[in-house]
């Protein structure tokens, strides 16, 4: 009968929309994992393999835009990717070296870049046009469930997730059928920042935080950094944590500061890591060196990566020297 017809034909339509759908779906992500620009360079780097080296180096933006790859790949004579992950504390990070380790050897060396905010967790997402073509990822998609923001049907559904931004779509198609060709200035995840000393976000957030500010230090935080620190020290890694350099004028201004530095010295101790630790660097006392408080400019990068490459040298060295047998 005709109902009998409806229902073939509405489900006939069902299914092609839903082909239509897999394959637009399937083409978008695979146009996308191919992009060479913004975000998506180095979750990109990581699926590929592009990423794999001797030396990665960890951390937010502090640690993309601080810690020049070339510089610390010549005085090493290794390899180094630069993972830093923008605006997000150590959670995004892991799970960021978890999907690494996927797809990737393990390294020999982590650069673990530390900031005052690393153990917080953000209350929103940030930036979450860089997950679209990753949703399927185990490790980014616990992180991602903390967030209200990605749904059941942004998961299993094809394309729902890419809803509110058709252009990426668009995008990942015209990566795909090669009309489109992405560019970045990142080198191996670093990208230094030719920008000069912006007095106005320290003040501004001074002006609004009068007494400082604190931070939280999440326990599920701070347990997943010592999860990682205890798998290196199994599989022989080895962890420098480093605090890169901060405008000194802005140290104060975090009232549990030296709290956060002793959970980070705490857990460096518990392994047999080292942290160095620069808020004391002449680097810290001279805007010239920085954009803003937290984060340094070309000069000041490229100035700390060769101080921070003759450390580390000299580190690895002394890790590599083999004990003297007897006494």
Aim: net charge negative; glycine share 8%.
């Amino acid at each position: 009968g005709p109902m009998r017809r409806f229902l073939v034909h509405a489900l006939l339509f069902f299914l092609i929309a839903l082909a239509l759908a897999s394959a637009m779906d399937w083409a978008a992500t695979a146009g996308l994992h191919e992009l060479r620009s913004g975000d998506y360079i180095q979750w990109n780097d990581i699926r590929s393999g592009a990423a794999a080296a001797d030396i990665l180096v960890q951390g937010s933006s502090r640690a993309w835009t601080g810690f020049s790859p070339v510089i610390i790949g010549q005085a090493t004579g290794m390899s180094v990717y630069n993972l830093g992950v923008d605006g997000y504390p150590l959670d995004m990070q892991l799970a960021r070296y978890a999907m690494y380790r996927e797809y990737n050897p393990k390294p020999k060396v982590i650069v673990q870049t530390l900031d005052v905010f690393g153990l917080v967790v953000r209350d929103k997402i940030y930036r979450p046009a860089q997950f679209l073509p990753y949703v399927g990822e185990p490790y980014l998609r616990q992180n991602l469930s903390r967030y209200d923001y990605f749904h059941w049907y942004d998961y299993h559904l094809p394309l729902v997730r890419y809803r509110g931004d058709p252009g990426r779509v668009r995008l990942g198609l015209f990566q795909l059928a090669g009309l489109y060709h992405s560019t970045s200035k990142r080198v191996a995840g670093y990208q230094g920042q030719d920008r000069t000393w912006d007095p106005k976000p320290l003040e501004d957030f001074v002006a609004a935080n009068p007494n400082g500010t604190s931070y939280m230090i999440d326990p599920a935080v701070e347990a997943g950094l010592d999860a990682m620190l205890e798998r290196c020290s199994e599989e022989g890694v080895f962890v420098v944590f480093v605090y890169p350099p901060e405008y000194i004028r802005a140290q104060p201004v975090t009232t549990n500061r030296a709290e956060i530095m002793g959970t980070y010295q705490r857990l460096a101790a518990k392994y047999g890591f080292p942290f160095l630790d620069y808020s004391s660097d002449p680097i810290c006392l001279d805007t010239k060196y920085f954009y803003n408080s937290q984060h340094m400019n070309t000069l000041g990068a490229e100035t700390f990566s060769t101080e921070f490459a003759a450390e580390l040298q000299q580190l690895l060295e002394d890790w590599h020297r083999p004990v003297p047998a007897g006494g």
